[in-house]
């Protein structure tokens, strides 16, 4: 589970990543369940992706991609592999909102 208060978000991606670096620098948290293990990521992780599906499109290309960005999350993966050739997009945190900077 990732959730974002800032971003008034939680839900639970296809994939994150989180560094030492930010957890280190409490970008990120780790909140512990109630019997054991960690069960939830606070706040900003360094990298989100998201696979696309036909129920997904709008969710993963405007609202999450919104969200995510609000949240500060530096890097959203973005994989469409529902036809041939498959997309897969790297966006990078700016000022101004994700920009692509690597598309397969």
């Not at 290309?61 to 498959?86: I, K, M, N, Q, S």
């Amino acid at each position: 589970m990732l959730t974002n208060l800032v971003a008034d978000i939680s839900g639970n991606p296809d994939g994150t990543f989180v560094s030492n670096k930010a957890l280190a620098a409490e970008r990120v948290r780790l909140v512990e369940g109630a019997d054991e293990g960690f069960v939830e990521l606070e706040g900003s992780p360094d990298m989100v992706l998201e696979v696309v599906s036909r129920g997904s499109v709008h969710k993963d290309t405007v609202v999450l991609r919104d969200a995510y960005w609000e949240a500060g999350v530096r890097e959203y993966w973005l994989v469409d592999a529902r036809r041939e050739p498959l997309t897969f997009d790297i966006l990078r945190h700016t000022a101004k909102g994700f920009a692509a900077t690597r598309k397969f």
